[in-house]
């Protein structure tokens, strides 16, 4: 009889994690899988080029430039100061998106020596206001182009969303209403920075590593969640 | 018994402080004086700002790690724009040496701060001519 539980018992954990398994890997892929171009050229610079802002907060474009060059350089590529570049681009009258997009990348190579381009968009920036709970919400694209081939090498997507609610305050009315107020002043000293940060890591954690990361080459079979459908499916949407 | 148990507990904590990987850059309170810089750009939050970089090149000498990429950049950038050109120019040598792949940038960022001071020695000249008359 005991023994006859331990089968049991052996079976289900086998079954769960075939189960688990083969829904991860539905989901998983790894990153040489999916960005084989970026190992094939192992870019060294990066230029990280003004944000795109597709938000509805106007200021969101200067913002979230001061949280990118931090966690890009983790990556392990040179990336250059881009306080220095962004004043040049704007010097030279090409800080607007429309303007960037028009422009042949292996200028960028030429005038600052960049091997790959970085766009950002900034999809989503905003507090979205309910009376009891009150939700941030950022979400960045990212996309890396090489300026030697014009070839996408990498792409991804960084969402956040931040409960600012505070936590239950307990019942009644005037539960209620403290968390009514809660709300209110999370949402006045909510800083978007920080979150904007954690939103790059996200989604710089699936970009290979460069020449100055210790894994530099080593990270072809990592797996990362594969986001290709949902790209394809909101280019479709876009399109339509 | 109970000090095998203490012992593997200890273990466990050691090697799992072993496991979490070393940060490759110190970039300090970088993004936070960036910011307070653009949200209100003035000779205060600049200064900050520049603190925090210097620190930041401190810090990592200190703690055996490379100074981040641009930083030596941005300091150069910044030393250039407060009219500072001989300073600039050795930023952006510190930079060039450092990360070989910004080379085109700074030799542009080297070449116009050298021009500044040639402007500079100019209107030197040009300002020192009137007492010699």
Redesign the interface.
């Known amino acids: 009889m005991h023994k006859y539980n331990v089968c049991i018992n052996i079976l289900i954990v086998v079954c769960l994690t075939m189960l688990l398994s083969s829904c991860v890997s539905n989901k998983m892929k790894t990153k040489g899988e999916l960005f084989p171009l970026l190992y094939e050229e192992t870019p ?2 990066i230029l990280v080029l003004p944000p795109m802002n597709q938000s509805t907060a106007a200021d969101a474009k ?2 979230y ?3 990118i ?2 966690p890009l ?2 990556t ?10 962004a ?1 040049i681009l704007k010097m030279e009258g090409i800080y607007d998106a429309e303007l960037l997009t028009n422009i042949p990348l292996v200028k960028f190579r030429e ?3 960049a ?1 790959a381009v970085l766009f950002t968009t900034i999809k989503k920036w905003d507090l979205s206001y309910l009376i009891l709970a009150s939700n941030l919400t950022i979400s960045i694209d990212c996309l890396l182009k090489s300026t030697h081939s014009d070839q996408i090498l990498w792409r991804y997507n960084g969402t956040i969303v931040v409960d600012l609610s505070g936590g239950d305050t307990g019942g009644g009315i005037a539960g209620l209403i403290a968390k009514a107020i809660v709300t209110a002043i999370n949402t006045a000293a909510a800083d978007y ?1 920080p979150y904007a ?1 954690v939103a790059n890591y996200r989604a710089l954690n699936s970009m290979p590593f460069g020449k ?3 894994q530099f080459n080593m990270d072809r079979e990592q797996k990362i969640i594969d986001q290709s459908k949902d790209i394809e499916k909101k280019e479709e949407v876009a399109q339509e | 018994m109970k000090n095998i148990l203490l012992f593997i507990a200890f273990l466990l904590i050691v090697s799992s402080i072993g496991c979490v990987p070393k ?3 110190y ?1 300090g309170n ?3 004086t ?2 307070a810089f ?2 209100n750009s003035n000779d205060e939050t600049l200064l900050k700002h520049m603190q925090e970089l210097n620190k930041i090149v401190e810090e990592s000498n200190k703690r055996n790690k ?1 100074v ?4 030596y ?2 300091l150069g ?2 030393s250039f724009k407060s009219n500072k050109a001989k300073e600039a120019i050795e930023y952006f040598n510190l930079e060039k040496q450092l ?1 070989p ?5 700074m030799d ?2 080297i070449k116009k701060s050298e021009a500044s001071l040639d402007i500079d020695d100019e209107n030197n000249q040009t300002s020192s001519e009137p007492d010699k008359l």
Request: no cysteine.
């Open positions: 060294l610079s200067e913002y430039s001061t949280t060059q931090e350089s983790f392990g590529y040179y990336t250059f100061p881009y306080v220095v570049t004043e005038y600052f020596g091997d920075v940060r100055y990361h210790d | 940060q490759m850059y970039w970088y993004s936070e960036l910011y653009k949200k490379r981040p990429p641009g930083v950049g941005e950038y910044l990360y792949e910004s080379t085109i940038l542009r960022l």
